[in-house]
């Protein structure tokens, strides 16, 4: 677990936070500056935030702090051990012992450490879209292509058949996901629709090993990094205290944002987002446990497709 996090944010007026970013990541919590997104800064309240300095966590099997572009990869692996506070929601940091004058008994700490605590558990299910034109010069005009749509169908089936009552879909607000979500929806009449920028698709750090071709200019990188590790952080922790059942939510979006959470929800090097690859409509589920603890269901997962329904455009 790292404790160099220097992804430090400039958020707009309107949502102070009252301390630097701490340890290595986790889903930000108060006093966290991408940790304003889980304290209430709305997905559009994002834009106002500036990136003083993106720098990813330490390069996978680099010196102490090596980020330059180009170093060649290492493989000699780093150990990693397991954060079970990485998203700063253990009750402990939950309760603001300075609303007191003196330390709390206790007994009154361990009933307020109680309220915190989370009781139920969560599934993520995380959904590519379907296929769709990629040659289209506008965003608004990439489509899903009619092998893409039938994938949406197929998608849709399969969470349908799970016979669970899942709670929302949350989607992306680009046009291939929106398509996907319609298609997916008709299987899962009643559940609510959220759509958002944060799971837009974008580059959200510099890859490890580089790739020949995929290379986004740095400012890409600039822009996307801290939308997409706002939308970790809002999206994938444990359970609200007040949540007494177990809840199962759908996420629609993109490859590199999928990927990208993966990673940074089991606590792996997040610069190895690009070794990971993800079928169109394929399903990724994630289950968070009230202690914190990350496990990965299925990754990509289109076993209910046809093969000649399979695609990864």
């Known amino acids: 677990c790292e404790n160099n996090l220097n992804t430090l944010i400039d958020w707009a007026p309107s949502a102070p936070v009252s301390a630097p970013a701490r340890g290595w990541c986790g889903t ?32 996978w099997g680099s010196p102490a702090g090596a980020l330059t572009r180009g170093r060649a990869w290492s493989r000699a692996a780093r150990p990693r051990v397991w ?31 109680d309220h915190y605590k989370a009781k139920a558990t969560r599934h993520i299910f995380l959904i590519r879209h379907s296929q769709y034109h990629v040659d289209a010069s506008l965003e608004k005009d990439r489509t899903l292509t009619p092998l893409g749509r039938e994938q949406a169908e197929l998608t849709g089936l399969r969470l349908a058949s799970l016979g669970l009552k899942f709670n929302k879909i949350v989607h992306s ?57 706002a939308a970790f952080r809002n999206y994938i922790h444990r359970a609200d205290a007040k949540q007494q059942e177990d809840s199962y939510e759908i996420f629609i979006c993109h490859a590199n944002v999928i990927r990208y959470i ?52």
């Open 173 to 229: 607000s680009m046009t291939r996901a929106i398509e996907t979500t319609d298609i997916i929806s008709k299987h899962l009449p009643g559940v609510c629709r959220v759509s958002t920028d944060l799971l837009r698709e974008g580059a959200p750090i510099e890859p490890d090993p580089p790739v020949s071709h995929w290379k986004p200019e740095a400012v890409q990188y600039y822009e996307d990094g801290a939308r997409i590790e």
């Open 28 to 59: 930000g919590q108060q006093g966290h500056p991408a940790g304003a997104v889980a304290s209430g800064l709305r997905p559009a309240a994002w834009r106002g935030a500036r990136l003083r300095c993106f720098s990813p966590p330490r390069r």
């Open 262 to 313: 993966v990673c940074r929800a089991l606590q792996f090097p997040p610069e190895g987002w690009l070794r990971l690859s993800l079928n169109n409509g394929s399903i990724t589920h994630l289950v968070v446990r009230p202690d914190g603890r990350v496990a990965l269901r299925a990754l990509g997962d289109t076993g209910f497709m046809p093969p000649d329904k399979i695609s990864r455009s």
């Open 83 to 113: 954060d079970p506070n990485g998203a700063r929601r253990e009750p402990l940091s939950l309760v603001n012992l300075r609303k007191r004058n003196l330390e709390p008994g206790e007994e009154e700490l361990a009933s307020r450490l």
